[in-house]
């Protein structure tokens, strides 16, 4: 599928799409809007945030209309009705990553799953109980990220570091747009605590080889957390065989509500970790003097959780698994191959990031030359196509790349050949508005 | 197309030809200016003789909005008393806040001379701190170098 057949004039090459999406843009009432002066609404910044389909806001809407009860309180109807819910979608999004429920906590997005775990690993120093010191952070002791990090899997660690007088390492970027693995045997070594990587660039769409980073952590006692912000809307992510120790994703990236994101740990290591946030329904028994804490995950969710969003994204899981995580993962494929040869095919764009499809996902950055990327950004939105632009929350890499920022186009489920079209005619009208063709 | 009401033609010409552009010594203040959401960048330094602004030198990176309006500035604050540039630049805030009122621009049309061009700017909520980067950058820098100059008479 990511061989493309050049024929002189042939132009880029369009694979049968996988998914009908015709019928996938129907579930999707914001779509029918328009923007701009009655455009039709190309949203390539899924990304950033993706869209929602009629049935995770149906979902939503059918919680609060009724079902609607503070989960794990109460013992009326609806406060039974409402934990239901809420644990059967803990399940369905557990098992949609082939993790147990009990392996399954929920935060308010990825930023708050990774500062769940860099808060856990510094609390671990003070903690009073024994098992909670397992994980303890400090002086001596070495995290590892990568350059390639969205700023949500960098600064936690920064300031785990800070706070803890441990040191942190990361690997760097190859001019590909990969990770450099050259020096992981010494990054990764005898004093490294964790290992934090993200599955999924998402400014360069590179696919990380996670299985070598595993193995070389776990050789060295280290834990691995991995971002899955941008991979586990996109493609099948298991757990069994990711390997890792924790997981991390948003669920308002995978068509689901905004206000959830969920932090997988496999349970033995959730067990010996503090709590991070405390308060209400995390606890076992509370006395003045202190109160000892709930097994995982409960331990792990202060408060009346966001239970319509995790209902709403319950129904997310269900919409993607009816397509099918393969089908999205070769749809994305095939949109990114045409994309990635239609931006080749215009003179002065710059792709930052893999050229190709191999270990590639659909985010695809770029430059144009001579027009900074907020002025390119500013045409395609005249047009009605919506993208990001800036340094994506992952200032290291533009950086990396002596770039300022960059336009970044990202696809999902209910993108077709005809949004990508729209994307390389509207970057051509960037460059005839600036005057730089 | 809208765009031309934010791209005038006198901004494409302070972006591609930009005034007063390059870092120059002697200088009272210098100043970094970040806007964190999009990584645009100014270097700004002010030199003030007396109570005159006698120079502003500058180095940037960023969209055609944030330079151009270093640009415009810098035309319309060289050789001003520091008080009326800091005035120019509560008029330059207003119009930015003006949401696209063309009554706004053109009450402002004398103060703001090149610059009232950048009306259309303020229809767009994303790209006002784009212009506004410079003017931030100015006032920070007019701060610091009239407390330098202070600390020194």
Redesign the interface.
Known sequence: MTQTVSRPGAGAQRAPLPLDIEAIRADFPILTRTV??GKRLVYLDSGATSQKPRQVLDAERWFYENVNAAPHRGAHQLAEEATGAYEEARAKIGAFIGAPESEIVFTRNTTEAINLVAYALSNARTAKEPEFRTYAVGQGDEIVVTEMEHHADLIPWQQLCERTGATLRWLGLTDEGRLDLSDLSTVVNERTKLVAVTQQSNILGTINPLGDIVARAHEVGALVLVDGAQSVPHQPVDVQSLGADFLVFSGHKMLGPTGVGVLWGRYEVLDKLPPFLTGGSMIEVVRMEGSTFMPPPQRFEAGVPMTAQVIGLGAAVDYLQALGMDKVEEHEKALTAYALEKLAEIPGVTVIGPPDTVARGGAISFTVEDI????VG??LD?LGIAVR???HCA?PV?RRYGV??TTRATFYVHTGYDDIDALADGIRAAQK??GTV | ???ES??QEII?DHYKNPHGRGLRDPFDAEVHHVNP?????VTLRVKIDGDTIADVSYEG?????SQASISAMYDLVVGKPVSEALGTGEHFMTLMQAKGDPAVAEKLEDELEDAVAFAGVSK?PA?IK?ALLSWMALKDASARAVSTAGGQS
Do not use: K, N
């Open positions: 701009r002066d900074h990327p907020h002025d500013q045409v005249d632009v800036g340094h200032w533009v300022p920022a508005f600036f | 197309m809208q765009l934010m791209y494409l959401t999009c990584g645009d960048e990176m960023g969209c055609s909005i767009y790209r784009c």
